[in-house]
């Protein structure tokens, strides 16, 4: 099991920006590690964000994220971050962090941080 921590949210405006991070501790394999990035709004199903491989850096985005948010990870403290920029209202949600063994493959889930986008 993969421990989970996010952190980095929190209340911003419109146009502004935030970096989550997430910390992954316990079982965690390099060579075969996905770690990703989901949203939840209020009435609405969970949606995938970002993920990141941990062995080739190899990502993958959202249509809402592209071009937006960026995915990136640190080798030295098992870290992945999530760069938000130019948020939208509708960016509202709580996002979580959850690692895998692929794309569609994620078992191990943060509890999740609030991030606000304020119009």
């Known amino acids: 099991q993969v421990k989970l921590v996010e952190s980095g949210g929190g209340l911003v405006q419109a146009g502004d920006s935030l970096r989550l991070t997430c910390a992954a501790s316990?079982?965690?394999?390099?060579?075969?590690?996905?770690l990703g990035w989901f949203r939840q709004a209020p009435g609405l199903k969970r949606e995938f964000v970002a993920a990141i491989t941990w062995d080739d850096n190899t990502t993958l985005y959202a249509d809402s994220a592209k071009g937006r948010f960026t995915i990136s990870r640190d080798n030295a403290d098992f870290t992945v971050n999530l760069q938000m920029n130019s948020l939208k209202p509708w960016d509202t949600a709580v996002y979580y962090c959850?690692?895998?063994?692929?794309?569609?493959?994620?078992?191990?889930w943060g509890q999740g941080i609030q991030v606000t986008v304020s119009s």
């Open positions: 959850a690692a895998g063994i692929s794309w569609s493959q994620f078992y191990d």
């Open positions: 316990g079982r965690t394999t390099p060579d075969k590690f996905v």
